[in-house]
């Protein structure tokens, strides 16, 4: 019979206890859109600041000292993509994390774009 706990047994035991409507205070929409590609950083690292956050968030802080995308942090802290995308842009709205633009977020900018296509066309085969 297959084992439902991961290896650390740890993650699973707290995603029972706490349900992820909790985490993010019953919200479910991110105030930022944050594409699960977004890479996420940490500008300056305050050693103060962990300690006002909920262990959730404190973390996601910590694994976005190395830039690290939602996906990433997600699995990192072994919780929901929705609930990663509400406590990251907590963190982006107390200005404690940055979110890379994507290529997505240049999707209408022609120059950019352009930009792009000649860097690719310019890349040894």
């Known amino acids: 019979m297959p084992s439902d706990t991961p290896p650390d047994g740890r993650a699973r035991a707290r995603s029972r206890r706490i349900r992820p409507y909790t985490l993010t205070g019953g919200r479910t929409r991110a105030r930022h859109e944050l594409l699960v590609e977004a890479l996420v950083s940490v500008p300056e690292y305050d050693p103060r600041l962990p300690e006002t956050l909920m262990p ?4 996601l802080y910590e694994h976005a000292r190395s830039r690290a995308s939602i996906a990433e942090l997600s699995v990192a802290i072994a919780a929901p993509l929705g609930v990663v995308r509400v406590l990251i842009s907590d963190l982006v709205s107390q200005g404690a994390v940055y979110v890379h633009a994507t290529a997505h977020t240049y999707q209408h900018d022609r120059e950019m774009l352009g ?7 310019r890349l040894p085969v």
């Open 56 to 59: 959730e968030s404190r973390m």
């Open 115 to 121: 930009r792009i296509l000649d860097g690719l066309q």
